[in-house]
């Protein structure tokens, strides 16, 4: 008898073939969304994703409380009906009263049932390699959120991440289309630079899998809409604005210390710390070297000095 043929696992050198083969996710970020675009390690998509969600859930905990289920707050207006009904049925006769029972008993076994938990963040394709789409809820500014982030990872030096390099929020998305920019620009840009407190600024422009909006021709018409009070320094703004263009949508935000945390990328503000050490631990080798060096220099002088004072011994003659 022939048994069930196994299946050979697939060559490892084979598999990134493989799934550049396979048929592509279709494009679900639409105009007026809100949340963080991520990029990660190559081929690491899935789990970047994972990670990304339980670290904007942490932090989402922190700063709005926990998530509460869908059906939660409306568990006590259910139950307070159905005690109103019961209240109601008890001054009807013995028949209508075990009908009325059996309605509240039913209403209020639906309540216990498990309510359906509503997410906050939800992934959404872009069909792009290492980029990543992740969908806020309402009530979540995610400008707020990955501040909150980058701040604590900066001061507790934790690392959360290993697949995730770099997250960028998005206060709101829509057309790539030259006029739609502007107009998000209005929405978004204007309102953070009023012309009475004149700030340094700078724009941050990235496309990608689009050859419809040109540099050229963006920066421009957003330094208008920016005002001439306000003076534009590439090296250390006070606020920068990102404008990430990928496919057919424009992602917009205004951030603050963009550059102090290091464009925004978590591998560098870890590698930073680990430079730091590292030339720390440096400087204190080369310091402990030039005392050593030091040290036995001083003795080879000691040795000299008592070799020439030593008297040399002469034998006298008889």
């Known amino acids: 008898m022939y048994g069930r043929r196994s299946r050979r696992p697939v060559p490892r050198e084979v598999r990134p073939l ?53 059906s939660a707050a409306n568990g006590e207006a259910a139950v307070t009906k159905t005690t109103a009904a019961a209240d109601d049925d008890d001054e009807d006769d013995d028949d209508e009263e075990e009908v009325g029972i059996e309605d509240a008993f039913a209403k209020e076994m639906g309540t216990l049932k498990k309510p359906k938990k509503t997410h906050r963040f939800s992934p959404q394709d872009v069909g792009i390699d290492c980029t990543i789409f992740i969908k806020a809820g309402a009530g979540i500014d995610p400008k707020a959120l990955v501040g909150a982030i980058l701040k604590d990872l900066d001061q507790t030096k934790k690392k959360k991440t290993r697949f995730t390099q770099r997250i960028l929020p998005i206060e709101q998305c829509s057309a790539a289309f030259l006029a739609d920019i502007i107009t998000l620009a209005k929405k978004i840009v204007v309102p953070q630079f009023p012309s009475d407190s004149p700030v340094k600024y700078s ?9 419809q909006i040109s540099r050229d021709e963006l920066i421009p018409k957003l330094a208008e809409l920016v005002g001439p ?15 990430e263009i990928f496919k057919g949508i424009c992602g917009m935000s205004v951030v603050d210390d963009f550059y102090k945390y290091k464009k925004y990328n978590l591998e560098a503000v870890f590698d930073q ?10 400087r204190g080798g080369d310091a402990a070297a030039g005392g050593a060096k030091e040290d036995s220099n001083n003795q080879e002088v000691k040795r000299v000095k008592t070799s020439v004072q030593e008297p040399i011994p002469v034998k006298e003659s008889e």
């Open 229 to 243: 009070a306000h003076q534009v320094d590439i090296k250390n703004p006070d606020r920068v604005i990102l404008v």
């Open 273 to 282: 710390e680990a430079a730091q050490n590292m030339n720390k631990r440096k």
């Open 18 to 70: 493989l799934l550049s083969l396979q048929k592509p996710k279709p494009f679900a970020v639409q105009a007026g969304s809100s949340g963080v675009l991520a990029f990660c390690n190559r081929n690491k998509d899935q789990l970047a994703k994972k990670e990304l969600l339980l670290l904007l859930n942490e932090y989402a905990d922190q700063l709005y409380g926990e998530e509460r289920p869908e």
């Open 203 to 211: 724009i941050v422009f990235n496309r990608r899998f689009n050859d």
